[in-house]
C-alpha cells in the first residue's frame, strides 16, 4: 500500500488534507527540487513549478532533476516527470519562465495552501516575502546554503534570527525598509567554508 509508511504518522485525515492541497514552488534547483519530490512521495495533490534553467552538468552532484540522460533538458519537464513517476496522482502545472516582480503581485490570496521560494534572485526573494507577509500567504524561504557542508547545522527559524549568513543579512535589511517584521526561512548556522572562486561551492548534503 503506497502510504502504509505515512499514514501512521499523519493519519488518514492528515493524508486527505495532503491529497487536496496544492504547494507552488519557485525555483527548483537543489532545494525546490528536493521539496517537490519530497512533497510527491507524501501525496501531494497539485504541485506548480517555476523555473527557467536547463539541466547542467555541475547539477549533478546536488540536484535532483540532474542525470547523464537529463543534461541540456529544462528542469521544469525533467521534474514533471520525476513527480509523475513517483506520485501520478499529482496534477502539475510547469512554468518554464524567470520569476518577475509582476508574477509575485499577480498572486491571488486563497489560490494556494503553501508557497516554497527557492530563488536565487535576491529582489525576487525579496518580493515574495513582503507580498506573503503583508497578505498573509503561507511561505517558507531558503536563506544562503553555498560554501557550507554541514547538514546538522540546517535550521528553521524567523529571518530575524539568524546570524553569520550573508544572503539573510541582505534580505533583513530590505524587509525593514518594507515593514516586514517575520518570515520563516531555512538557513544554516555554519560559517560559509572560505572558497576562492566566484562560483559558490555545495553539495547534495546542504544543497544550493
Request: proline share 4%; net charge positive; charged share 25%.
Given at each position: 500500500?503506497?502510504?502504509?509508511?505515512?499514514?501512521?504518522?499523519?493519519?488518514?485525515?492528515?493524508?486527505?488534507?495532503?491529497?487536496?492541497?496544492?504547494?507552488?514552488?519557485?525555483?527548483?534547483?537543489?532545494v525546490?527540487?528536493?521539496?517537490?519530490?519530497?512533497?510527491?512521495?507524501?501525496?501531494?495533490?497539485?504541485?506548480?513549478i517555476?523555473?527557467?534553467?536547463?539541466?547542467?552538468?555541475?547539477?549533478?552532484?546536488?540536484?535532483?532533476?540532474?542525470?547523464?540522460?537529463?543534461?541540456?533538458?529544462?528542469?521544469?519537464?525533467?521534474?514533471?516527470?520525476?513527480?509523475?513517476?513517483?506520485?501520478?496522482?499529482?496534477?502539475?502545472?510547469k512554468?518554464?519562465?524567470?520569476?518577475?516582480?509582476?508574477?509575485?503581485?499577480?498572486?491571488?490570496?486563497?489560490?494556494?495552501?503553501?508557497?516554497?521560494?527557492?530563488?536565487?534572485?535576491?529582489?525576487?526573494k525579496?518580493?515574495?516575502?513582503?507580498?506573503?507577509?503583508?497578505d498573509?500567504?503561507?511561505?517558507i524561504?531558503?536563506?544562503?546554503?553555498?560554501?557550507?557542508?554541514?547538514p546538522?547545522?540546517?535550521?528553521?527559524?524567523?529571518?530575524?534570527?539568524?546570524?553569520?549568513?550573508?544572503l539573510?543579512?541582505?534580505?533583513?535589511?530590505?524587509?525593514?525598509?518594507?515593514?516586514?517584521?517575520?518570515?520563516?526561512?531555512?538557513?544554516?548556522?555554519?560559517?560559509?567554508?572560505?572558497?576562492?572562486?566566484?562560483?559558490?561551492?555545495?553539495?547534495?548534503?546542504?544543497?544550493?
Amino acid at each position: 500500500m503506497r502510504y502504509a509508511r505515512i499514514l501512521p504518522l499523519i493519519g488518514n485525515k492528515g493524508l486527505e488534507k495532503i491529497q487536496k492541497s496544492h504547494v507552488t514552488i519557485f525555483g527548483i534547483g537543489g532545494v525546490g527540487g528536493t521539496a517537490a519530490l519530497a512533497l510527491a512521495r507524501m501525496g501531494i495533490g497539485k504541485i506548480s513549478i517555476y523555473d527557467l534553467d536547463v539541466v547542467e552538468e555541475t547539477n549533478l552532484n546536488r540536484q535532483v532533476v540532474a542525470d547523464i540522460t537529463t543534461i541540456g533538458k529544462m528542469k521544469v519537464d525533467v521534474l514533471e516527470s520525476k513527480i509523475q513517476e513517483i506520485n501520478p496522482n499529482c496534477t502539475v502545472f510547469k512554468y518554464s519562465k524567470k520569476v518577475t516582480i509582476e508574477d509575485i503581485e499577480m498572486i491571488e490570496v486563497g489560490e494556494c495552501d503553501f508557497y516554497i521560494d527557492a530563488l536565487d534572485d535576491v529582489n525576487g526573494k525579496v518580493a515574495l516575502i513582503k507580498r506573503a507577509y503583508f497578505d498573509k500567504i503561507p511561505l517558507i524561504s531558503s536563506m544562503g546554503a553555498g560554501n557550507r557542508f554541514d547538514p546538522t547545522k540546517v535550521l528553521i527559524s524567523d529571518i530575524f534570527k539568524t546570524e553569520g549568513d550573508p544572503l539573510a543579512k541582505l534580505i533583513r535589511s530590505e524587509l525593514r525598509k518594507l515593514g516586514v517584521k517575520k518570515q520563516v526561512v531555512v538557513w544554516s548556522k555554519e560559517d560559509p567554508i572560505k572558497n576562492t572562486t566566484r562560483t559558490p561551492s555545495s553539495s547534495v548534503f546542504v544543497p544550493n
